[in-house]
């Protein structure tokens, strides 16, 4: 079995519930119809602080998937998404200098938006990945995200660079919805896979050093400031893990040692094994954690050998490597890739 452990639920933001009311409206349906039953309100939903619980988002997701007669209703609710709508992060993604620089920001702080949501961005020969987890597990609330996110990357992509990737590879971790196709149409250089091991968006890695067309270091300093302040108001339980988590990711290096980690913190290595441990998290846990999921996506997305999975993770032979991964998930790196579904 699976180590890693997800966090607790925090709810949905009240301004994705608008979000699905500016999509509903096209069907000619408003506020009143979509929200009334669930005593919810529009100035509700506005407030940054609130958070629609889970289990009423679920529902609200099936009288609207009930109302349109839609199958699915992601990828509208992706293709009208702006950037705007995430507030002080996305201006500074917004205003960032190019793609890696937003990817980054949008991996530190997409927890003040989206508390249900894990982003994993990695490169690896030609290819860029940005790997999504999310927490949410009621359908159709979570294939709904799961798409609406995906297209809603690709829509703020083009906006902030003003242009548009040529091509990419979409796997969904869930079968196809119906009618689907029509959807798929309109990306006719991408490449769509259901039913996959991960929730991954991939891409030439060229794309990566896109500037921005609203590039601006100072306003991006600006509302990172703004983040950072929200982010400490938002709890310090779990910001260590995060900070740490985020260094082992984006490091080029997925075995930094804890010495390193903890110089680049600007702390002990003592220090950083007591804060984590208050967190209720450790060095070690962290890493493995990394390891995993980076091992996992190659596994299911490359054709490397097992030898070149396990030099990239940093392990000395395969048989190190393959001890671990067996210790994560109960089972050997070439059993899991012939059927990552056992």
Same mark, same amino acid.
């Given at each position: ?11 949905? %933001?009240? @301004?994705?519930?608008?979000?699905? #009311?500016? @999509? ?7 506020? /009143? ?9 529009? /100035? ?15 529902? !609200?997701?099936?009288?609207? &998937?009930? &109302?349109?007669?839609? %199958?699915? #209703? ?21 205003? =960032? ?41 009621? $359908? ?5 995200? =799961? ?11 083009? +906006? ?36 996959? %091991?991960? !929730? ?12 921005? @067309? ?33 260094? !082992? ?9 804890? $010495?390193?980690?903890?110089?680049? #913190? ?22 493995? $954690? ?19 999975? +396990?030099? $990239? ?28 579904? #056992?």
């Amino acid at each position: 079995m699976k180590t890693i452990a997800l966090r607790q639920d925090q709810g949905i %933001p009240g @301004v994705y519930g608008l979000l699905l #009311l500016d @999509v509903v409206s096209r069907w000619g349906y408003n506020a /009143e119809t979509l929200f009334s039953p669930y005593h919810l309100k529009v /100035e509700q939903l506005a407030d940054p602080e609130y958070r629609i619980p889970t289990t009423v988002a679920n529902q !609200l997701i099936q009288h609207a &998937l009930y &109302l349109t007669g839609e %199958p699915t #209703l992601g990828f509208h609710l992706g293709t009208q998404m702006r950037i705007s709508i995430h507030g002080f992060i996305g201006y500074a993604i917004m205003t =960032s200098n190019n793609i890696t620089d937003a990817l980054m920001l949008a991996n530190r702080f997409i927890q003040l938006r989206m508390p249900f949501l894990q982003l994993f961005f990695s490169t690896f020969g030609t290819k860029a990945t940005i790997q999504l987890q999310t927490d949410v597990s009621f $359908e159709p609330l979570r294939t709904e995200i =799961s798409i609406a996110l995906i297209f809603g990357m690709i829509s703020m992509a083009k +906006a902030i660079t003003g242009i548009d990737y040529a091509s990419g590879d979409i796997d969904f971790d869930f079968p196809k919805p119906e009618g689907f196709e029509r959807f798929m149409a309109k990306f006719p250089h991408h490449q769509f896979r259901f039913d996959q %091991p991960h !929730l991954v968006l991939s891409f030439n890695k060229q794309y990566l050093g896109n500037k921005l @067309v609203h590039a601006d270091p100072i306003a991006s300093q600006i509302a990172i400031n703004q983040c950072e302040t929200e982010l400490s108001a938002f709890g310090e339980r779990h910001r260590l893990a995060m900070r740490v988590r985020d260094i !082992l990711t984006h490091s080029e290096q997925h075995y930094l040692s804890i $010495e390193a980690v903890a110089e680049r #913190l600007h702390m002990s290595d003592r220090t950083l094994k007591r804060q984590l441990a208050t967190e209720g998290t450790s060095f070690s846990t962290l890493v493995d $954690e990394v390891r995993y999921r980076h091992a996992t996506s190659l596994l299911s997305r490359t054709d490397f050998t097992l030898e070149q999975i +396990a030099d $990239e993770l940093g392990y000395s032979d395969v048989a190190n490597f393959s001890r671990a991964f067996k210790r994560w998930s109960g089972r050997s790196p070439s059993n899991w890739r012939k059927d990552p579904y #056992l």
